[in-house]
């Protein structure tokens, strides 16, 4: 039993041991990680160009109408304002048609009580 339990002990410390020497530190995995970055970017067929660009579903370049709006935030407050009243997605999340239910802090309460009463005390549960 003794030669069992030697040999198991043995085995262990040489698997923990041989995990030590071939980790890196720190330092060695900065710089092999700046190493692999810098070649990437080097790498130009990593990079966008036209061709892979125009696979990208929905996406028209960089030249964007909404461009008027990023030196002039009064603008977007101004044309949001007058487009809000006819804009069927605006009167969706403002709930225009007042379709949307609604309930009362009783009601959010009485549905929710369980929860809470387990939340309290779990091992009632």
């Given at each position: 039993m003794k030669r069992v339990a030697f040999s198991l002990l043995l085995s262990v410390l040489a698997g923990a041991t041989s995990g030590v020497v071939a980790q890196t530190t720190i330092e060695e995995?900065?710089?092999q990680g700046a190493?692999?970055?810098k070649s990437?970017?080097?790498?130009?067929s990593l990079g966008p160009n036209d061709a892979k660009l125009a696979q990208l579903p929905g996406y028209g370049g960089t030249d964007l109408a909404e461009k008027v709006y990023f030196d002039d935030p009064d603008r977007?407050?101004?044309d949001g304002g007058s487009?809000?009243?006819?804009?069927?997605a605006f009167g969706t999340v403002t709930d225009r048609a007042r379709?949307?239910?609604?309930?009362?802090?009783?009601?959010?309460?009485?549905?929710?009580s369980r929860g809470t009463a387990i939340e309290?005390?779990?091992?009632?549960y």
């Amino acid at each position: 039993m003794k030669r069992v339990a030697f040999s198991l002990l043995l085995s262990v410390l040489a698997g923990a041991t041989s995990g030590v020497v071939a980790q890196t530190t720190i330092e060695e995995a900065r710089k092999q990680g700046a190493d692999l970055g810098k070649s990437m970017r080097a790498d130009e067929s990593l990079g966008p160009n036209d061709a892979k660009l125009a696979q990208l579903p929905g996406y028209g370049g960089t030249d964007l109408a909404e461009k008027v709006y990023f030196d002039d935030p009064d603008r977007l407050v101004v044309d949001g304002g007058s487009k809000a009243g006819t804009d069927e997605a605006f009167g969706t999340v403002t709930d225009r048609a007042r379709t949307r239910a609604t309930f009362s802090n009783a009601e959010i309460l009485a549905a929710t009580s369980r929860g809470t009463a387990i939340e309290k005390d779990p091992d009632t549960y």
